[in-house]
């Protein structure tokens, strides 16, 4: 049986900053086999991992990410806002995190952050990214924008993708086959057993989003998800071992 992959989402971002090289380490340290990040890029076309648009939020920056240049945007700190502890962290790039996890085995899924603003190009950036890493079967590339998603396939059918969405989707597999996905990035309330059978039977996987609560983790892998992507992957990892996973 295929072991249920344990994406850390955002690294192991309750202990750590999200999407920082100390999240990401953190994250194999707590057994994670998969890293959940998010993409998005500079002004100089530089592929950067933060969750928002702007910096605000997770950085002592300001504005939008697409208005700095990549020399620009390392020197935010992106450790402090989270804990003294972190103070010194920088945005990583996307680069900087296939470099790292490259010879741990790791399932890496990329999501594209390209749902409110449409970055010229990122498709071909990462993908050729991951194609000059040698990464193309450790990487799934997901998005909320599926017309993203397809662009992906078309330009690289070898990398898998996932549709994100969050609840109410009729027949997610046979919507997922008119993509071309092969997995289905879903809310975790959006999964019930026999939805994950019929995806199955399609050759279609879940990877549910974000569990973080240990009755809904064994819920989840009762029902026999491929992978769950949560903040926790240490009480993930505990439990894939208990329940036999
Ligand atoms: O990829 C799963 C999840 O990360 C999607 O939502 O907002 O956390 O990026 P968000
Ligand atoms: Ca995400």
Redesign the pocket.
Known sequence: MTPIINFA?RGASAVCPENTMAAFRKALELGATGI?T?VQMTKDGSLVLI?DETLRRTTNGQGFVKDYTWEEIREFDAGAWFNEDFRGERLPSLEELLLLTKNHGTVI?I?LKNGIIQYPGLEEKVIAMVQSLGMEDRVVL?SFNHYSLVKCKALAPEIRTGI?YMEGLYKAWEYAQTVGADAL?ANKYAVLPEWVEEAKARGIVYHP??VNDPQEMKRLIAAKVAGI?TDHPDLLNQLLQTEGA
């Open positions: 989402h959940e998010d969750h899924n999501e997901s994100l990035h989003f974000t992507i």
